[in-house]
């Protein structure tokens, strides 16, 4: 089923630390899954994607991790900066031909100085 | 350039009002889609077009109609609007419906409604 946002949970880390945000999907079927940015008063911002044959994929300063078995991403960030403030969505893609994603509820990310 | 607009940016209106919110996308995408993120931030999907049909329909009252006058354009038209209608309301736009790499989901600034 979908997921319901309760409340936006927040992940505060000290600048220059890595930052983890997980996210449970919800469709077994899903075969593509993307990390979106959302800056305050902003639309999403696309940060990576992954296909659901690889369990890992990197690009600059951010890695997604796909665990299938368990339903499971994450995203990692490097040296996290001030710039990376903000509310982070996963999103997945039932497969092809629904053109449907599915977001996750967000997690609010805070770095501390 | 804006690669996704929406008009207006801010939309204040009194229940049972009809209002339009215009999207356009100039990056010659093939797929464009509505989303509504309610005061928690939790983002779901409205509509979705491909080629100016209608892909997806979730379920969403049909107070609101999409309308795609072309592969650039999908405007979204609100019939007697309620306050649970208040949220932001995102277009997007992506190619081949976004599954190519390189081809992900363009978001617009947002249509911050307020219905009073």
């Known amino acids: 089923g979908e997921s319901v946002g309760l409340h936006l949970p927040t992940l505060s880390v000290q600048e220059g630390d890595n930052s983890i945000i997980n996210c449970a999907y919800s469709?077994?079927?899903?075969?593509?899954f993307i990390w979106y940015k959302q800056e305050s008063g902003k639309g999403p911002q696309f940060i990576i994607d992954?296909?659901?044959?690889?369990d890992k994929r990197q690009g600059q300063r951010v890695t997604v991790l796909l665990n299938k078995t368990v339903k499971h991403l994450s995203l990692q960030i490097a040296a996290t900066q001030p710039g990376d403030s903000a509310v982070y969505f996963c999103?997945?893609?039932?497969?092809?031909?629904?053109?449907?994603?599915?977001f996750g509820t967000g997690t609010r990310l805070k770095v501390l100085a | 350039d804006t690669a996704v607009s929406q008009t207006p940016k801010y939309l204040v209106t009194q229940m049972g009002n009809d209002k339009s919110i215009k999207c356009e996308q100039n990056?010659?995408?093939?797929?464009m889609y509505w989303y509504k993120q309610d005061s928690k931030k939790f983002l779901k999907i409205m509509f979705s077009?491909?080629?100016?049909?209608?892909?997806i329909n979730e379920t969403v009252p049909n107070r609101f109609s999409p309308k795609s006058p072309d592969k650039a354009h999908l405007n979204l038209h609100i019939n007697s609007l309620e306050l649970g209608d208040s949220a932001v309301y995102f277009c997007?736009?992506?190619?081949?419906?976004?599954?190519?790499?390189?081809?992900?989901?363009?978001f617009g600034p947002g249509t911050r409604l307020t219905v009073l």
């Open positions: 999103a997945e893609n039932l497969p092809s031909g629904t053109y449907k994603y599915i």
């Open positions: 469709n077994s079927a899903s075969d593509y």
């Open positions: 997007a736009s992506s190619q081949e419906g976004g599954r190519v790499y390189g081809n992900e989901q363009f």
């Open positions: 077009y491909n080629n100016k049909e209608l892909i």
């Open positions: 990056l010659g995408h093939d797929t």
């Open positions: 992954i296909r659901s044959n690889m």
